[in-house]
């Protein structure tokens, strides 16, 4: 057995490498949404978040590693998608710096045309996005979903919502719908979340 990183977003994070082109998957914000939506739902389906009327709210105490659960503490009822809009950059960044230090990837700093500044990652075990990828693959085709781990449904759904196309190619999608709401169902409202903020974002820049 490979040993995969605990938390879902370093997860998540690993799960949005291309290990084909041997870089990170391009979209902007979004996988910083993805990941925010996975603290969140880890959150969720470990009890320390709740929800009243739609909206998240503190649950049992414990482990706040991205400070999402004292943000929602501080803060008036929120819907999930501001949750997963907050600070998506900033979690992203935590999330990278996490994998760095528990040695699961390397990061280069260069500039493009010796302007813009570049981060690029490396993901030092290959065999580590194998085994992710084979845990959100077996959930996808294999056992009922009530005895599927609870990450691996969850990185199903995170990846389907997010457009993660390295887990879950768009004929994929459209194959396993049934099966991707029904995973998506079980592991709470986060994941429904970054989908309405990717659409609502679209259609601004649409509009504008």
Do not use: C
């Amino acid at each position: 057995m490979v040993e995969v990183p605990e938390s879902l977003p370093a997860r998540m994070y690993l799960l949005a490498y291309d290990l084909r082109r041997q870089r990170m998957i391009s979209g902007g914000a979004r996988l910083g949404y993805v990941l925010r939506a996975a603290a969140l739902t880890e959150l969720y389906l470990d009890g320390r978040l709740g929800e009243e009327r739609r909206r998240p709210v503190p649950g049992t105490p414990g482990d706040d590693p991205y400070g999402v659960l004292a943000q929602i503490a501080a803060s008036r009822p929120r819907s999930w998608q501001h949750w997963v809009r907050k600070d998506a950059r900033a979690v992203e960044a935590a999330v990278r710096d996490e994998l760095v230090r528990g040695g699961w990837i390397r990061v280069h700093s260069r500039r493009v045309l010796r302007v813009f500044p570049r981060r690029e990652v490396a993901v030092k075990d290959p065999r580590v996005v194998k085994s992710l990828w084979g845990g959100a693959s077996s959930a996808l085709r294999g056992r009922p979903v009530a005895h599927v781990n609870s990450y691996d449904a969850a990185a199903v759904a995170l990846a389907a919502a997010g457009g993660l196309t390295t887990v879950l190619p768009r004929r994929d999608r459209r194959r396993h719908r049934r099966r991707i709401a029904e995973l998506t169902a079980r592991t709470g409202p986060a994941a429904p979340a970054v989908m309405k903020v990717i659409r609502q974002k679209k259609a601004a820049a649409a509009s504008g």
